[in-house]
């Protein structure tokens, strides 16, 4: 079944660990995002990428990387956590074409971050 | 890209009534769609309306565009409590291919 899919769904770390949230998709979408979002607040972009070993920053500067060196997979990285990256980390995919060339985004569950 | 602002911000009914949320945005566009978020999840695509669109229909879903005061509306009728989520727009415009989103509107359905 075509999917996108996070992991883990809850992570709890403490301040400095490094820690990479996964993300795949299995929909063979060319464009893949990553959003943080706080609870009752906007989804803000982080990174994106077109396709695979393109990779670009989005609007909201991180401290995270990601990666894209397979067109399914598209993990984030992030070197050495801190409480301020606590927040909920939403994965999404779409193809060129998307429903009627409208890019339609599909998302994953997403992965809420809690760093002590 | 730009971003939409929904509005209200909350939305309080009884299951069966009408859930109307609004839309505004700055430029022109090629396309609006509206995405749903149940706590705690990712967004679900709901509905896409292109700009030489003024009405499109999806089950219980009416969505409404108006290009010429940048605005968008989502009806929602006879509310269900599983209609109980967040509802965001995005506006896509020219050649960008990434959707943003705003806050949202949070709908709360009373059993």
């Known amino acids: 079944e075509a999917d996108i899919y996070q992991t883990p769904r809850y992570l709890v770390i403490g301040t400095g660990k490094k820690i990479t949230l996964e993300c795949s998709q299995t929909m063979g979408h060319d464009k893949m995002y990553w959003y943080q979002q706080d609870p009752g607040m906007e989804l803000h972009l982080i990174h994106y990428?077109?396709?695979?070993?393109?990779?670009e920053k989005g609007d909201l500067s991180s401290e995270s990387t990601v990666s894209r060196i397979r067109t399914e997979h598209f993990p984030l990285t992030l070197e050495s956590a801190r409480p301020s990256h606590t927040s909920q980390y939403l994965c999404a995919s779409s193809d060129s074409q998307g429903t009627a060339g409208g890019n339609e985004q599909f998302f994953g569950p997403g992965t809420r971050l809690t760093v002590l | 890209s730009q971003q939409g602002e929904e509005d209200p911000q909350a939305l309080s009914i009884q299951e069966g009534e009408n859930a109307t949320m609004n839309c505004s945005y700055k430029?022109?566009?090629?396309?609006l769609q509206w995405y749903r978020q149940n706590s705690g999840r990712g967004l679900v695509h709901l509905i896409l309306?292109?700009?030489?669109?003024r009405e499109k229909h999806s089950g219980r879903l009416r969505v409404t565009l108006d290009t010429s005061k940048k605005s968008s509306s989502l009806l929602i009728t006879a509310s269900r409590a599983a209609d109980t989520a967040s509802y965001f727009c995005a506006p896509k415009s020219g050649g960008s291919y990434i959707p943003t989103f705003g806050r949202g509107t949070s709908l709360i359905v009373h059993p």
């Open positions: 430029t022109s566009i090629n396309n």
């Open positions: 990428s077109y396709g695979v070993n393109s990779t």
């Open positions: 309306i292109r700009s030489n669109e």
